[in-house]
Every structure is written in C-alpha cells, then in structure tokens.
C-alpha cells in the first residue's frame, strides 16, 4: 500500500515516508491509495488475539513497507502492561444493554492520545531506518492539552528524534499544563503561547511548509515531522481499537457476527471519529458515526447542513482537547467523500484559508450523513450529563465523554435506534478534577490541584492514576510563554 496527498494525488509514497515526513510538501495529507479489507471470518478470527496481536494483524494491511519483524516489535514495544493499567489495554466497559464505554485512557498520560502516541515513535525510529535517513527529526506539535503531553512522553529521550510542543497558555486544564511543564527527557521542550488551539496549529503548519526555515534546519543537521494527527502514523493506531472493541463485544455475546455496532466520539481535529470511519471503510460492521461536539460546533453545524463555517465565536470551554474551529482530518474525509478528487479538495481547503468557509456538494452532503450523525452539548449538559452516569451507573466520566454520552442520549432519544453503542471515553476525570467535582457533588470549592484529586477520589470511590499523583513531586522545568508570532524563533532556539 502507499500514501497519496490529498491535495494532489501524484505524490505517492510508502507508509516510512509519510510517517516521516508527516504531511505532504504541498500541505495536503497522506492517505492510504486503497482500502484494505477485513471479513467477517477474520475479524471474529481476532477475538481470542490480546490487543498487540490485535494491532500488529490490523495495522500489518497499512503498513505493508515495514517487515512482520519490525511491525511486532512496535506493536510488543507499545502496548505493554508495564506502560497500561488495563490489562485489556482499551477495555469495553458496558453500562446497560447496548450501552458501552471504550476507555482509551489507561496509558501513561491518561488520554486517549497514549493509543496513538506509545506506538508512534517506534514507527518513526523505523521509518528513519527504512527511509535512510541521517537527520535527526524534529516533532513539532500544536496541542489543545492532551497531544503535548502523549507526545512528549511517547518521544521523551527517543534516539535521533527532538520533540517541541506548543500549547494556547489559557487553553488547557491545571493538571494538562502541570503533565507538560513538569516533562522530563533531554531532547524536549515546551512552550505555551499567547493564542488558542488554532493559533499554535496554524503556526506549526506554517513553519513546515516555510522553506527558508526548512533549508536552516537542514543546513543544521535536522528535518521535521508531526506527532499531530495530520501524521498518518498517529491515525493508523486508533483505527486498532474500534476493531479491538468490536471483538470484546463479540467474545462477551454482546452482538452476533457481522451485526453493525454504532461509534460514537467526542470530536475535535476528526482524527479520532476519522479512524472509526476507516474502520468501517475497511469492513468493520459499523453503522453510524455519531459525531460530537461541545459548544464549538462547528463540525455539528457542517453535517446538518454541509457548510463549514469557521468564522464564529470561540469558546473556551470545560472540554478543551475539543475547543477547535479548523478539524484538520476533515479534509481527509472530504478525500474519500469526494471520491479522491485532489483539485477539488485542494480548492476547498483554499477557500477555507482565506474565506474561513466553504460548501460541499449535494451529493457529498448526502453521503455524509449516510455515515455521521453531529450533535453538540453545551456546558450546562456536560456536567449535568457526568452527574446523570455517576448516580444511575456509579460511573464516573470526564468532560469529554460526557458529551459524547450527551449526544448519544440524545440521538437514542430522537431516532430510537437501539443499535449496540460504543462511546469512546478519550480522558480520564482526574486529568479535569474541578469540573467533574463540581458535577457529581454539586459544588466544589477546593482550589488546590491535589487536594482536589483526594476528595474526586472519595467522591467517587475511584482511584487516583498514579502519573497524575506523581506530578505533584516533579519539577516544573518549562514556563516560557510567547507570543503565537513567535513561534519560528522558538524553533530556532531550541534547536541550536
Ligand atoms: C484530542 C482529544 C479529543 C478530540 O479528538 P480528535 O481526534 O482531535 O477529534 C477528545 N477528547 C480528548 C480528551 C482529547 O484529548
């Protein structure tokens, strides 16, 4: 298999060298030139495989450029449960009938973004072997809280790599900031800046895509790439647990062989609900894919109607991993629906730099909500929903999942489809400890980080992570703020 750019589908690599190179020269993202296919004999073939079997037999039909050796040492190297506390790695955890959490939150930094971020830099460190490359390779990242953190873990003290993150100085939670600034490893560094999340993504992209920076960096012995979703080799891991998840359902009797499960994902840059839909792509009995969002609807608002519209206020909100207006993966999706249409989407994505907006086609919006489902939930709902599932379930959710849980709730309620649901819990409570205590006990006054973590966990009989409980003894290494225009220097400087 090989990876195309979306904006023009000449450029045509093996899966090393889009994961190297993390987007395409001209700005478009790589997707894969054809779709693999998994039948229903050889998915129900992976229920009685753990998850590293799981990931190397998915993961084995993208990554055909890497040898059944290398690929098993990344996916052995990756999910181990020395670096997860769930045995299952992403265990399905189900709530009533047909009602089921995938927890993608039991690695090292507490997010869903470990699933990607563990297994990434054993494909890059493999990808620089497979492409000969003598450069050392610069990660940059623009992170709305969890990305940074994931990433910096993933590539801390990483052979021939560096890792410098950038975050909106107000845009992430307390405990989001603590992980990054208190970050150890000799080759990383970190930054928050003046700006929101697509402040610090817009400048990331801007400085790839600069060639007089690129040639200074060369002349200096490095080259970048992307721990962001735009790089393919973050979206290929997390098409694993969809199917992951189907098998647990499988082997718990919870559905039949082949029987359509629904996915529902709380959405931010697409990059997680785009996964589930290259899931389905590839034979994963998937029907819809419910999309939601928090008050920045902007995705919500473009499967309604097929306009994207980023011109709109932004809102800081409770669920700040998905305080975005620009959803990168989208164009990879507008790829598919579009039928590989490189000119077209390159037209798009032109007009959604310098309008802010743009309008799909009849045919394309019709397509689209064949397959996605949007809704949205505002703030008020959000903690409402966390104090709905912990009284009637016991079960405590963060912010981010109690708006998908919202938004599936809702859509039940609207349409009474009763297909088996799996809703992707993408963060644990205790990485947004204010707002979850507010919720399940009605008022919080606590301001201090930790003490706050103490009563969550007697609120809710649950345990506290032990990265989080660590934090409280690191040293803050990085408190540098800078303004978002800043950026390039910032790249300059770290990399002297
Ligand atoms: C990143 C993130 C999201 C959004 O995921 P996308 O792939 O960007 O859509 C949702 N929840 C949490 C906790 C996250 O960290």
Redesign the pocket.
Known sequence: MNYISTRNKNIKVPSALAIKQGISEEGGLFVPDSIPSFSVEEISSMVKMNYRERAFFVLSKYLTDFSEKELRYCTDNAYTNEKFRSEKIAPVVELEKGFNILELWHGPTC???DMALQILPFFLTTSIKLTNEDKTVCILVAT????GKAALEGFSDVEGTNILVFYPELGVSNMQKLQMKTQEGNNVGVCAIKGNFDDAQSGVKKIFTDENIKNELEKRGYMFSSAN?INFGRLCPQIVYYFSAYCDLLEEGKINPGEKINVV?????????LAAYYAKLAGLPIDKLICASNKNKVLTDFINTGVYNKNREFFATS?P??D?LI?S?LERLLFALYENDDKEIASLMKKLSEEGEYKVSSEVLEKLQQNFYGGYCDEEATLETIKYIFDKYGYTC?T?TAVAVKVYLDYKEKTNDETVSVIAS??SPY?FPDNVLKAVAGENKETDDFKLLEKLSEETKTEIPNPIKELKNKKVRFDKVIEKSDMEEAVLDLLK
């Open positions: 997010a869903f973004k709305s809280g969890d990305t979703s994902v709380p959405t931010g840059n697409f990059g997680n609900i669920s991993s998905m975005i959803s993966n963060d981010h993408t963060a990485k």
